[in-house]
């Protein structure tokens, strides 16, 4: 064990600061000196940019991951009536959009080993009113999608955080039928907020673009087919996830390094355990996901946050079981219990992590949470 530092952090280490650098505000100055603010060139090139990346036929500039998703739902007719199976452990959007057309979330348990979605549970609660399957990849590891695409049901695959993730060798982004991007300011491609969607359906990708916007007719006239939403990216956020795509590698680095250190200080942690990540996997390391067993770490899960808050060591949660937060709860009364989902949401925290920290920043943290860990388990 290394030995204890009795050293706080004099300045508050924010848990995921945006690594933006001179390129990025260039890029921005440039989109505003071009006259171009909205949706142009910039967005244009970015889906381009992501098409290629993912190996997709298209992709899909949104203003959000949040529209990623409802869009493509709303794109694949989905209304009053349907279902759509999905994860409990997940940021609310997810089953949001659902809601917001209609149609019914049906949460099923997740695996204990990644809290991604149980794909055995998922294809059980298959009944003929199921129209599409959202799995959602946790911080970054890819969810099992090969069993989800197997029932033939459209599988819409949240990867907000697994923007450069391949699953058993495929880039994620090329293996559901539509894969959805954030690129809210804290993702592996920040722009402050944007999403994307990336699909090979010619016919999804249409109708998400009329949906996005106004369809423009021909000539002076305007004639639309769908009640639109406006969730077009402007070229100002499209500028700047272009900057972030090229240095996507680098981050990546960072994140690996930051990772390994993690990974071999919580080795030394009874009680507190990082999410698994499947060697056959790339994981795009967004997130460091560790759980805590109150008994064996010698507090709980907030206990540990409000500690490392202390030591000036910021943290979040990803995520609390949505199915249990009170809109839900009220909306939804008959959900049964998801009992692996409901223990994680008691003990998930996420540490640090972004390529803007410094390798002296993660040594912060790291130190931190072995004063806090032998504070607790004294
Ligand atoms: C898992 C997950 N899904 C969806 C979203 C929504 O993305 P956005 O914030 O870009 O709307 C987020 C996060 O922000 C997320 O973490």
Redesign the pocket.
């Given at each position: 064990m290394q030995k204890l530092s009795s050293r706080r952090r004099t300045s508050f280490l924010s848990f995921q600061p945006p690594a933006i650098g001179p390129e990025e505000i260039a890029a921005v100055t440039d989109t505003l000196a071009s006259g171009w603010l909205t949706s142009g060139p910039r967005a244009a090139e970015l889906e381009a940019r992501v098409a290629e990346l993912t190996g997709a036929r298209h992709g899909v500039a949104l203003a959000?991951?949040?529209a990623a998703?409802h869009l493509s739902l709303a794109g694949l007719g989905i209304g009053p009536g349907d279902e759509v199976i999905t994860s409990p452990i997940?940021?609310p959007?997810?089953g949001n959009v659902v809601v917001h057309l209609g149609a019914r979330p049906v949460f099923v348990d997740v695996r204990d080993e990644d809290l991604n979605i149980d794909p055995t549970l998922a294809i059980a609660a298959i009944t003929p009113r199921t129209k599409a399957i959202m799995p959602?990849d946790l911080a970054g590891q890819p969810a099992d999608l090969d069993p989800l695409v197997a029932t033939g049901i459209p599988v819409v695959e949240?990867a907000?955080?697994a923007i450069e993730a391949e699953y058993r060798g495929r880039k994620v982004g090329s293996i559901a039928h539509a894969t959805c991007f954030?690129?809210?300011a804290t993702k592996n491609v920040a722009a402050g907020?944007g999403?994307m969607v990336t699909t090979d359906d010619d016919d999804l990708a249409t109708s998400i673009r009329e949906y996005r916007l106004m369809r423009r007719g021909d000539g002076s006239l305007y004639d639309i087919r769908v009640a639109g939403f406006k969730a077009n990216l402007s070229d100002i956020h499209a500028a700047i996830a272009l900057c972030q795509l090229d240095k996507l590698e680098r981050h990546a680095e960072i994140r690996r390094r930051h990772v390994e250190a993690y990974d071999a200080a919580v080795e030394e942690l009874p009680g507190i355990t990082p999410l698994a990540r499947d060697p056959r996997d790339r994981h795009s390391l967004h997130l460091y996901v560790v759980r805590i067993d109150a008994e064996v770490a010698g507090a709980d899960r907030d206990a540990y946050q409000r500690a490392l808050a202390e030591e000036n060591i910021g943290t979040s949660i990803h995520f609390l079981p949505v199915h249990r937060l009170t809109y839900y709860r009220e909306r939804f009364p008959d959900q049964p219990p998801l009992p692996i989902a409901e223990q994680a949401g008691t003990e998930v925290l996420s540490l640090p992590l972004s390529p803007a920290h410094s390798d002296g920043d993660i040594a912060d943290a790291i130190d931190a949470l072995r004063r806090v860990h032998a504070a607790f388990t004294r």
């Open positions: 959000s991951g949040t998703l997940t940021w959007a997810t959602v949240d907000a955080h954030s690129l809210y907020e999403g």
